[in-house]
């Protein structure tokens, strides 16, 4: 089992790691789409002129986007985006998005329920440029739950 120390890192302040099965597989530089978000419906009541009910409705969460400099860690993600590509049979996981503190401590947990990736973006090529060949992974879940701090003793 890799620890977050032994992981090759393409730049020093990946603050994001994304664990799968209680394993850290990768780091991050950039997370976007956690977020959630209720429904309303709203509800006109004849003889009420003074405000329209707003009903609760369904919960809807947004895909997670991941972005993070190319390493030598890559194979773990690209397969399980292969898995259900020719028969649509994709692998759902439980995948837990990781924050971590300035000294490697884990602060933050955003626990997603049975997600599986739905894009994979490979780097754009410039040999003018001298930037960090960047991936992408974006992925759906039916489900999050969010964690408070953890402080290791």
């Not at 090759?8 to 850290?24: D, L, W």
């Not at 399980?80 to 439980?94: I, T």
Request: charged share 25%; with cysteine.
């Amino acid at each position: 089992m890799s620890t977050p120390t032994e992981l090759v890192n393409p730049v020093t302040n990946i603050r994001f790691a994304i664990e799968i099965g209680g394993e850290i597989v990768a780091w991050f530089t950039e997370c976007s789409g956690l977020s959630v978000q209720r429904e309303t419906e709203t509800h006109e009541e004849g003889g009420t002129n003074h405000y329209v009910h707003q009903l609760p409705g369904r919960i809807k969460y947004t895909n997670i986007t991941l972005k993070r400099g190319i390493s030598d860690q890559d194979e773990m993600l690209w397969d399980w985006f292969q898995k259900g590509l020719y028969d649509a049979k994709v692998d759902r996981k439980n995948v837990s998005i990781l924050l971590f503190s300035p000294d490697r401590t884990k602060a933050k947990r955003w626990n997603l329920e049975n997600a599986y990736p739905v894009k994979w973006s490979g780097p754009d090529f410039n040999t003018g440029g001298q930037a960090v060949a960047i991936e992408t992974l974006e992925f759906v879940h039916h489900g999050m739950q969010m964690t408070g701090w953890e402080r290791v003793a």
